[in-house]
């Protein structure tokens, strides 16, 4: 017998929350299969089996809390499950093994047709064909034999899908009826979802045409009621904390980011050759705010009842969209990174946070954050400050739009720019407008400069 605990998922979890069980008692697991879907305050993950064998109990249900440690379920080995299952087949496997070694004497032929009753009847109507008649009982009786065993294989689920696939199949429009798992035991993975999601889309980018009338689909939710996952419980705690015991403001500037732009279409192609990664405004407004963050201490700060902690590091957290809410990852140190290392790691730690590959820890130790609201068409908003930061800037969507601009003489005129807003939501307890305007012409300096050429890292 082995015990699946709920490992520590990191230095700040410290409980948990079971999900979904993926085994039933008695069912087999190999080594390393998933058993269980443990949510927690960080991240929503799969404990695997420490052991191939048979599920023997589960001792903590679903929908309960429990801290690192517990004990969650008892495995056992191999073995042991293939005890029960023996005493079930060798009664129905002795009897066609016994008739078939009897047929030459006719005195095993005369108890062959006494259990069936059917056939005792007609015996003695046919007498001269006694060997024919039980010859053929033997053949239908093998057959239901092995048929009961591979249906209740088949009920055993073995394509079973994850909540998380599950939700993404329906945002895809996917039948997952009609999907090929993968995965261990023929599950379907979030992999094979996308992969079919793919050929449906290319299949029907033809008769796509005659319903471009209808741009959006109704959603599979409407008219229906779900429990709040954990993840969602700890941000709506969270967010409504946050409100309640900070004072938040909001402070906006527009910025000119052409020079940005004309830098950024001059090296996409080879800046993509060299990382591998594509170069978006993203790295860029993340190197301006941590730099500008050196220089004004109070935005990336903390208060600790009637003390104010100033950070030594300028570390970044960026708001990442996945299906099981906002969450953001951390650049650690980012103000001495180079656009080039921003773009690999937010390339990096995005896709693993969309995937929930993500460790506990690359979760924590933000001192201020950075969210890419833009990247759905918004022009600004007013982000929420999630304590113990104290501030975090929203980066609008890059539009091109007239603008005033003046030459080298002072001349003005109308030209078309590249133009995004910044906003700056704080906690005014500790930060006053008139810092964050501050902060804000910094980010607005260096980005209007557009001077990073040196800061490319290619």
Do not use: C
Request: no cysteine; charged share 20%.
């Amino acid at each position: 017998m082995s015990e699946v605990v709920l490992p520590a998922l990191g230095e700040s979890v410290t409980e948990g929350t079971v999900t979904r069980w993926l085994k039933k008692v008695g069912e087999t697991v190999a080594v390393d299969e998933p058993l269980v879907e443990v949510s927690t305050d960080k991240v929503d993950t799969e404990i695997p089996s420490p052991v191939a064998g048979v599920l023997q109990q589960i001792l903590v249900q679903e929908d309960e809390t429990i801290e690192v440690g517990t004990v969650l379920a008892v495995v056992g080995e191999s073995a042991a499950a293939e005890a029960p299952a023996t005493p079930t087949a060798p009664p129905e496997a002795a009897a066609p093994q016994t008739q078939p070694e009897a047929p030459k004497a006719p005195v095993s032929e005369a108890p062959a047709p006494t259990p069936p009753a059917p056939v005792a009847a007609p015996a003695p109507v046919a007498p001269p064909a006694p060997v024919a008649a039980p010859v053929a009982p033997p053949a239908p009786v093998a057959v239901p034999a092995v048929a009961p065993a591979a249906a209740s294989e088949s009920e055993s689920d073995p394509n079973y899908v994850t909540p998380i696939v599950r939700k993404l199949a329906s945002d895809m429009g996917v039948d997952l009826a009609r999907v090929t798992g993968t995965g261990i035991g023929g599950r379907i993975r979030k992999e094979d979802v996308i992969a079919a999601g793919s050929q449906t889309s290319t299949t029907a980018t033809t008769p796509a045409a005659p319903t471009a009338t209808s741009h959006t689909e109704a959603s599979a939710l409407r008219g229906t009621t779900e429990p709040m996952s954990r993840l969602r419980k700890v941000l709506a705690e969270r967010a409504v904390a946050s409100m309640q015991q900070s004072a938040q403001l909001t402070t906006v500037v527009e910025v000119d980011v052409t020079a940005v732009a004309q830098l950024r279409d001059r090296v996409k192609g080879d800046f993509l050759a060299k990382t591998g990664n594509k170069l978006s405004f993203m790295p860029f407004f993340t190197l301006a705010a941590a730099e500008a963050l050196r220089a004004h201490p109070k935005i990336n700060s903390t208060a600790e009842g009637e003390t104010i902690v100033y950070h030594d590091g300028e570390n970044i957290s960026f708001a990442v969209d996945t299906e099981r809410g906002l969450l953001t990852p951390v650049l650690r140190n980012t103000a001495s990174m180079s656009i080039a290392e921003l773009a690999r790691q937010i390339a990096d730690m995005a896709e693993r946070t969309r995937n929930n590959q993500l460790k506990p820890d690359e979760l924590s130790g933000g001192t201020f954050t950075v969210t890419n609201t833009g990247s759905r068409g918004a022009l600004f908003d007013t982000p929420v400050v999630f304590l113990p930061q104290s501030a975090i800037l929203g980066t609008g969507i890059v539009t091109k739009r007239p603008a005033v601009v003046k030459d080298a003489s002072g001349n003005e005129a109308i030209a078309i720019r590249s133009m995004v807003y910044l906003a700056l939501s704080y906690d005014h307890r500790i930060i006053d407008g008139a810092d964050a305007s501050r902060y804000l012409s910094d980010v607005k300096m260096r980005l209007e400069a557009g001077a990073f050429e040196p800061n490319l890292g290619i």
